[in-house]
């Protein structure tokens, strides 16, 4: 029996360095974001789409500059996580502690110096409490951060003359341009030009998932219960998920959940209503959760109660008993040890999330449901690796029974025959160049993948020349996490820079230092052929 479990990165600091290694079969449930986990989009086109419909509206209904149109999307000053204080015009990047890493003042970087006197000798900044606020703006996701660029060559205009406006005026008019095309009170589609383009080309910004939905439909085989929490608008979610997984997507789910307003769907009890037909709004309250699959609002609370109550939760094969009944030792040892955790508390479920945004996702599974997280990164193919000591303990880990993986799904994954680890790459992605040797990891993975025709990203959206590292920063000489590095580590199980990855095997780790006493252990495939 062969576990779909493939590419994964185990989080861990000094302090945890102790714990058992993550696996996914101690979990009944499993719960999903929408975009940017289960639906990836092409980063580079979809970020000049969301630039471009923002510079549109500011020319037009702001009366901004016509030359704002003539401004080309750059991701090499885009980096998820930067901070912009509408006060000042700049934008920061912070380490752990808030102390601020590197700071620009629209497209130009700022001195050591003039950090120091904006906001103080110790570089801290102040009363930043990791989220948004009167005063600083966190480009958390990539939706958000495709506007990052904009707004820089705004505060340029200002700085140059061009508008009278001032850095909090020019905040808000993108928050307006914001909410034009991305807002709820209208069917998508009807203005804006991002809904209109993505319906007419999603192929152009969102790429196809079958080999996800095959271990989407593993995970459920095995008895898993699997649900989905998104913020986005119900008809936005089933636009990008039919084009994603197909038309019946919502067949590998046990409940889909949108306008879930995260994180207060993780930190409150709030009712879940069904959706209206003809408005696509909230209907009555769901009081019968047998009646539909698609809810919105709720809670992560009335969720668990919903799939431990109603539905108990096995993870085992459908061939395992039930739950209720009869059953004896020798069907006990069948079933496998996740059944008989479900058997000895349905209400002790363990449930992992999987999710991108750090703050509304990871930290709030884990602070207000004491549920585990596993992160999706993107920015972790841009990782440098440096050599590190090769952890070997996995090296062999093909079997289920030693692999971080599914103990009960057996499963020829994707593109992979009998006797041999055939891959199909699509023309744009070159083999993995995996080099194993006593020591050092030689090669930075990137991603392979059989089916959907995924590729690497743009690889300066993860690091670049003017932010640098996501994960971390060099402070003479010395490696400091950032902000988010520091999150990551401390608050998720786990972390992949792309569900993909979780659909295969064999793998080994290499240890991947951030700095400050928090470690990246990188799980990368062992593909045939590679040198041992």
């Known amino acids: 029996t062969q576990s779909t479990w493939g590419v994964v990165w185990t989080i861990a600091t000094a302090k945890m360095a102790e714990r058992a290694p993550f696996k996914l079969d101690q979990y009944e449930i499993i719960g999903f974001d929408m975009d940017h986990c289960l639906a990836r989009y092409r980063l580079q086109p979809f970020m000049e789409l969301i630039h471009n419909a923002m510079a549109k509206f500011l020319v037009e209904e702001k009366q901004y500059p016509k030359s704002l149109l003539e401004v080309s999307f750059n991701s090499s000053f885009i980096l998820k ?64 951060a495709a506007a990052g660029d904009l707004l820089a060559a705004i505060v340029d205009l200002k700085d140059q003359g061009l508008t009278a406006h001032s850095y909090t005026d020019i905040f808000s008019h993108l928050v307006a341009a914001f909410e034009h095309i991305f807002g709820q009170a209208h069917h998508i589609g009807t203005r804006g030009d991002y809904f209109t383009e993505l319906i007419s080309q999603p192929h152009k910004y969102l790429y196809e998932r079958q080999r996800v939905r095959k271990w989407l439909e593993q995970l459920r085989h095995s008895g898993r219960k699997l649900f989905m929490a998104t913020n986005s608008h119900v008809q936005y979610t089933q636009l990008v998920m039919n084009f994603a997984f197909g038309d019946d997507w919502e067949s590998l789910f046990d409940a889909i959940i949108a306008n879930s307003e995260k994180p207060h769907f993780f930190a409150e009890d709030r009712p879940l209503f069904h959706v209206q037909a003809d408005s696509f709004w909230e209907g009555e309250e769901a009081v019968d959760f047998s009646r539909h699959k698609i809810f919105l609002r709720g809670s992560a609370k009335k969720v668990l109660k919903f799939l431990t109550s109603n539905h108990p939760c096995s993870a085992a094969s459908s061939t395992a008993p039930h739950i209720a009944g009869e059953v004896t030792g020798e069907q006990l040892e069948d079933a496998g040890p996740s059944v008989v955790r479900a058997l000895e508390s349905h209400s002790a479920a363990k449930v992992l999330y999987c999710g991108d945004h750090l703050m509304s996702d990871i930290t709030a599974a884990i602070d207000h449901m004491h549920w585990d997280s596993l992160a999706v990164v993107e920015e972790i193919f841009g990782l440098e690796t440096p050599p590190a000591p090769l952890d070997t303990s996995n090296a062999s880990a093909v079997e289920p029974s030693s692999a971080n993986g599914l103990d009960e799904c057996s499963t020829v994954a994707a593109g992979r025959e009998e006797g041999g680890n055939k891959r199909k790459l699509d023309d744009e992605t070159p083999p993995v160049a995996y080099k194993r040797s006593s020591s050092r990891l030689l090669k930075k993975p990137r991603i392979t993948i059989d ?60 240890t991947h230092d951030m700095g400050g006493g928090l470690n990246l252990e990188l799980i990368v495939p062992r593909l045939s052929g590679a040198s041992s």
């Open 451 to 510: 089916n959907g025709n995924e590729t690497n990203q743009d690889p300066s959206l993860a690091a670049n020349s003017h932010w640098g590292s996501y994960f971390s920063e060099n402070e003479d000489g010395n490696l400091v996490p950032t902000y988010w590095g520091s999150i990551l580590a401390t608050k998720s199980v786990a972390a992949t820079p792309c569900l993909s990855y979780l659909c295969d095997l064999p793998y080994e780790t290499v």
């Open 81 to 144: 996580g930067l901070v912009f204080d509408k006060t000042l015009g700049n934008f920061l990047k912070l380490c752990v502690g808030n102390k601020i890493a590197r700071a620009f003042h629209g497209s130009s970087r700022l001195t050591d110096t003039q950090i120091e006197q904006m906001y103080s000798t110790d570089r801290i900044l102040p009363s930043f409490a990791g989220k948004h606020d009167s005063r600083y703006f966190i480009f958390t996701t990539y939706f958000e």
